[in-house]
Each structure stands twice: as C-alpha cells, then as structure tokens.
Nanobody, 127 residues
Framework: QVQVLESGGGSVQAGGSLNLSCTTS????????VGWFRQAPGKEREGVAA????????YYSDSMNGRFTLSLDNAKNTVYLQMNDLKPEDTAMYSC????????????????????WGQGTQVTVSS
C-alpha cells in the first residue's frame, strides 16, 4: 500500500511562484516513479512532470516551457515541483501519483501507469 500526500498549493498572481510537495509512504517497491498531473476545470487531466525515486533525469511536459522544476529528497520521501512564472492557464488541481514501474519518455505521462494518487492541491493564478 502506498500513501500520497500533496501540499503547497494556493493562490498567486501571474508571474508568481509556488513550490508543491509530494510525500509518499508505504511499500518502497510500489513508488518507483512519482508524477505530477493537473486538471483544469472542463479539461482532461494532463501530465506535468515525473521523476524516478532512485534518481535519474526528470521528465517534463513541453507545455511547461521550462518554468517548472522537479527535485527529489529521498531522505524525506518527497518530490518537489517548483513552479515559476505562473500563468492564469496554470490554474488547476495538481495531483501527485506513484507508480511501481520505472517509466520512460513515452509512458511517464500515462495516468494508467500510476496506481496511488493523492487528494490534490489547488493552484489558482490570477491575472
């Protein structure tokens, strides 16, 4: 069993920054990869970024245009998503998820590869 807990959401003005946290616990073998997803009102959930818990280069959605950065603190079992230069179109519910599999460029953004999800944290960006 894996537990996923997100935090760090909030309301900011355009151009601002937020740092989201995703802490996982439980069976280590079942949280090999951690991904961030977001869902805006009326839109489908999309992958934002993901990283392997044993290190390696993170993956990012091209649509983030280099504004978001993932980092990993294994001592705290936490993945951080630093979001800079936020735009109103970044407004969404951001969710973190854990996968038991090592994912690659073609699979990291597939929601079906993740089997443990957090409740989400809301990010609202005003213009």
């Amino acid at each position: 069993q894996v537990q996923v807990l997100e935090s760090g959401g909030g309301s900011v003005q355009a151009g601002g920054s937020l740092n989201l946290s995703c802490t996982t616990s439980g069976d280590t073998l079942k949280r090999t990869f951690v991904g961030w997803f977001r869902q805006a009102p009326g839109k489908e959930r999309e992958g934002v970024a993901a990283i392997g818990t044993r290190g390696g280069n993170p993956y990012y959605s091209d649509s983030m245009n280099g504004r978001f950065t993932l980092s990993l603190d294994n001592a705290k079992n936490t993945v951080y998503l630093q979001m800079n230069d936020l735009k109103p179109e970044d407004t969404a519910m951001y969710s973190c998820a854990a996968s038991p599999d090592w994912l690659y460029i073609g699979t990291w953004s597939n929601q079906n590869m993740y089997n443990a999800w957090g409740q989400g944290t809301q990010v609202t960006v005003s213009s």
